[in-house]
């Protein structure tokens, strides 16, 4: 195959031409494609199951810390460490919820479509020019890319706070010296359980949407 006919031109360099009903048969079926993907039970499944996780951490950790009474031994404040912990799971359950839906809208809008097809047809740089600017005029492409880079800012926010949390939660266990076993227990359950079901999640993960 010749490098022209690798880029969509006709012999002699020329772009082929496309009407109107060429382009909305073209977005329209762009716009199936990529809900049939999203909206996928393979799709759907995973990202369900990655929110019934961190929603699953966050009841649990809410539970210990409010209704579990640590041992009279116990130095440390496990009591605030789970309420704390549990605070963090509710925000990346929340903001990754966020982020989805978000991206969902994003994708399904005709300016954005519209921008893809017209890359898959190898459009003019001048009428990819113009797709585009259509797409940043459309306020609410414009308000779902903020609201996407917001919340995965926070997101990743977040998660370093988790880290740093977590990396308490260890040296707060080697600090009580096993005078607090069982909210320790408690804490390993959790994160155990949690690494295995993520673990599973991420075999599940479906294919990235081809655009």
Known sequence: MTEQAQEGLLPGGQRPAFNRGQTTAAIDEKKQEIEQALFSSGNVSYHVMILVIRLGVCVACFYIGNAVRPQKSCEQNWVLWYNVAGTIAFLQTVTTAFIVAKSRTMLANDHVLKTIVYKE??????????????????????????????????????????????????????????RCSQMTNYLYWIIGVSAILNLISQCLRPKPVNM
């Open 121 to 178: 047809q190898n459009r003019s740089d001048e009428e990819m020019q113009r797709a585009a600017e259509e797409m940043v005029e459309d306020p609410d492409v414009m308000a779902s890319m903020a609201g996407v880079a917001a919340n995965g800012c926070c997101l990743c926010i977040v998660n370093i706070l988790d880290t740093i949390w977590f990396i308490k939660a260890l040296l707060m266990d080697f600090n009580d010296h096993g």
